[in-house]
């Protein structure tokens, strides 16, 4: 059955520290994975997709996360967090429907809590 | 360009009472879904729309939720007699059909809270 896990409900970073968030799936086939932004009061937003190619991806926000077949792990990276990334933040992971992206299956989000 | 948009914002309902919540996705998006988030737990997808047919609804928990999508623009979802477990925060979704570039945008989604 497929699954996300992120392990960690809520991380404390200072501004200016690096940022990790981890993401494990169990998926049949390679999936299509993702990490999405929820503000306050806002949608979701895309930082970042994975479809294939090159296993390091770049985001947006100045976000990258990096696909580890081996280890089934989709792992989200900053290398310097600013208050504004406070925010809960979702992996996910969906496969292929016809010519339609599919269902997408989310872990239960991390809140990210940024200290100044 | 307009986002997609979720109509209320917040319901506050008693059980056993009807609800409708409305999604207006993005003019030309085929693609529309809904999910839901229960406190503290994972976003689950609920159903998903090709224009005005239904693609996808294995996620609909039961018979009380019933979603339409006349004419393949706005969308609504209607739980009909609401129960306390269907409090939560219910998001849409929408996408154009793309290939690999497709990409899903979503609204804020309505907060559901059944007392």
């Known amino acids: 059955a497929q699954s996300v896990t992120q392990p960690d409900i809520h991380i404390t970073v200072s501004e200016g520290a690096s940022l990790e968030l981890r993401c494990n799936y169990s998926y049949g086939a390679t999936p299509y994975l993702f990490w999405y932004v929820q503000s306050p009061g806002q949608g979701l937003q895309l930082l970042l997709k994975?479809?294939?190619?090159?296993?390091l991806v770049q985001g947006i926000k100045g976000f990258e996360a990096e696909f580890k077949r081996s280890q089934s792990s989709f792992n989200l990276r900053k290398p310097s967090v600013h208050w504004s990334d406070a925010a809960e933040y979702f992996c996910a992971v969906a496969g292929r429907r016809g010519s339609t992206l599919g269902r997408l299956y989310f872990g239960r989000g991390t809140q990210l809590t940024v200290w100044p | 360009e307009a986002g997609v948009t979720q109509f209320p914002s917040h319901s506050v309902i008693e059980k056993g009472q009807t609800v409708t919540l409305r999604c207006d996705p993005i003019s030309g998006h085929d693609n529309l879904y809904w999910y839901r988030r229960v406190m503290g737990k994972e976003i689950k997808f609920l159903l998903h729309?090709?224009?005005?047919?239904?693609?996808?609804e294995s996620g609909m928990p039961n018979n009380r939720f019933l979603a339409e999508r006349t004419g393949g623009t706005y969308s609504t979802l209607k739980v009909q007699p609401a129960e306390l477990e269907d409090s939560g925060v219910y998001f849409c979704a929408s996408s154009q059909t793309g290939g690999s570039n497709e990409k899903l945008f979503f609204g804020s989604g309505t907060q559901l809270s059944v007392l």
């Open positions: 994975y479809f294939s190619g090159d296993t």
């Open positions: 729309f090709v224009k005005e047919s239904k693609q996808d």
